[in-house]
């Protein structure tokens, strides 16, 4: 590991919005009275009834949340309508098609517009305060409308990302009972087309068979392919809001509203809809976008995120604009046309702020540094990471030769659970260590704990904690609190437990390593593994799956599925394809196993739970570590797997 350090850039000192005296001050004040702290930083936004009480959080029994919960305000009104006076003509949104070719400008003027036309649209098709709104949309600008659209007349958004599968869609819109979805005719990546509204009529199928009907299918026209159309049910989107007025007044919404559900994977059963209120959530969001980025006026801002992910909620669209900034919004992906699609935007649009993921990151390294260097990258001026550990050596491609040593590198810890950035280096305030998150952000509170709860101080390794609430924390499970107190604050009692592992250094910088629950991060999208071991068992051939994830070059981690076939089912070349198929079909592409090794056992112990410590040793093909078996019901199993082992170094 390395431990080499990089002193605060001269560059970003200049223009620091914050030093690391005014960190440490800051940092001292929101832990001693947060009240006082978050009273104040809570102003950033506007508030149609002011708050009087601020922080109202409890850890333990029920767990209650509330931040600024007598106040209200609307989030598209802070997004859009307060900059109408000043910024009106500026651009709020920087849209860059897949196609090189293909741009668009939006000004805060005309996403008012846009918003208020569509929110009008929803409304007229008896869409309330409250109801649930799926939305299945490529990154086009009018997935940022359907957001804003939902927050000004107080529906709650769920967004679903373009790449899962109908089943997955299904799922999401039966749990959180949504009747209206907001989709496109089909989205377009890297020159390939994506069948949403295809997709969407078979959701709709299978979730009227779980009992949800869904009433409207709004659809947005981008790329004119053929679609199936049910003239009772769905709607085009150019259409009803050309016909639509463009004015609507925004709902006045308590601090305490929901503002959307996004679900996300877990440890075990189905993706957990994680809820996120009003009040509290922009405040941080668009606190954490300006200090973290070193947001100033006029930047151009750009993270090259999904809005079918968290990074896509609060770092697209709800932080930046938020702050009156340009937020750039790309539909394509990294190597399309080609490796250097990212720095040709970033010279194209004279991108200031970027931020990345480090699957990107390792991906465009490995392209060759020839496709960086013929782009001149000038106005780079702040670089972020985020979405799993990025390894050093990433980040000192990043730093060297993205950045040229002018930028430096925010590391963003944060999870969808917690709604923004929870720890991560300031530019100019925090000195740089590659592949630690650094610090703690206003008013967080990390604490390492071992396995029975233990609170280690000073060096130490162990399980991420943060024992008190900061405004941007989700506020339950969308219809099961229960499981919310069980996921989160059970372990740990009476602690909001992360799921992931840390190391802190004798500076007192936090190091991620990585998830120690049954989560994998696979190109920084989180998954479940009981999810894939689902998909896989509901295959014919399939009796019994066990999935873990391994270290992948560029992925990070890959996934590798131990498959036990049925009696009479043969282990070939054909099956593993397809089951890799079928993996995909039930939940998307992100999902698709890297290794399947049919295997006519597993390790288990003598009360039946498989042992995935020594699945897990095997996979990454560091067997000769494989510690006790002694106490699995059959050890032979063992010297099979390690001789079928998939990924022989
Ligand atoms: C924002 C987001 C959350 C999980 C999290 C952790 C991993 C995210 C990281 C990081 C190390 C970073 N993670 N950022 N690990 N360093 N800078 O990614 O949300 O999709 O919910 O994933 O991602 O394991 O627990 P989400």
Known sequence: MSQKTHEILNDAKSRALIDDETYQNWYQESIRDPEKFWGEHGKRIHWFKPYTKVKNTSFTGDVAIKWFEDGLTNVSYNCIDRHLEKRGDQVAILWEGDNPYDDKKITYRELYEQVCRLANVMKANGVKKGDRVTIYMPMIPEAAYAMLACTRIGAVHSIV????????????????????????????????????????????????????????????????GKVEWFAERDIWYHEATAAAEPECKPEEMNAEDPLFILYTSGSTGKPKGVLHTTGGYLVYASMTHEYVFDYHEGDIYWCTA?????????????????????TLMFEGVPNYPSPSRFWDVVDKHKVNIFYTAPTAIRALM??????VRKSSRNSLRTLGSVGEPINPEAWEWYYNVVGEQKC???????????????????????????????????????????????????????????????????????????????????????????????????????WITGRVDDVINVSGHRMGTAEVESALVSHDAVSEAAVVGYPHDVKGQGIYCYVT?????????????????????????????????????????????????????????????????????????????????????
Request: with cysteine.
């Open 306 to 326: 999904d809005v079918g992910w968290v990074t896509g909620h609060s770092y697209i669209v709800y932080g930046p604009l938020a702050n009156g900034a340009t």
């Open 161 to 224: 990302f373009g790449g899962f599968s109908p089943d997955a869609l299904a799922g999401r819109i039966t749990d959180c009972e949504s009747t209206f979805v907001i989709t496109a005719d089909e989205g377009l990546r890297g020159g390939k087309k994506i069948p949403l509204k295809h997709n969407t009529d078979l959701a709709i199928k299978i979730a009227e068979r779980n009992g949800v009907s869904v009433k409207n299918v709004l659809v947005v026209q981008r790329t004119a």
């Open 565 to 649: 076939l049925m009696e009479g089912q043969k282990g070939d070349d054909a099956l593993r394809k397809a089951l890799v198929a079928h993996v995909r079909n039930e939940i998307g592409p992100i999902a698709s196993p890297d290794k399947i090794q049919f295997s006519p056992g597993l390790p288990k112990t003598r009360s039946g739970k498989i042992m995935r410590r020594i699945l897990r040793k095997i996979a990454e093909d560091e067997f000769s570590a494989l510690g006790d078996t002694s106490t699995l019901a059959d050890p032979g199993v063992v010297d099979d797997l390690i001789s079928n082992r998939q990924n022989k170094k």
């Open 366 to 371: 490995g392209a060759g540094d020839h496709h």
């Open 408 to 510: 430096p590198i925010v590391d963003t810890w944060w999870q969808t659970e917690t709604g923004g950035i929870l720890i991560t280096p300031l530019p100019g305030a925090t000195r740089l260590k590659p592949g630690s998150a650094t610090r703690p952000f206003f008013g967080v509170q990390p604490q390492l704990v071992d396995g029975d709860g233990n609170v280690l101080e000073g060096t130490a390794e162990g399980n991420l904690c943060i024992i008190d609430s900061w405004p941007g924390q989700m506020r339950t499970v969308y219809g099961d609190h229960e499981r919310f107190i069980q996921t989160y604050f059970s372990t740990y009692k009476g602690k909001y437990f992360t799921g992931d592992g840390c190391r802190r250094d004798e500076d007192g910088y936090y």
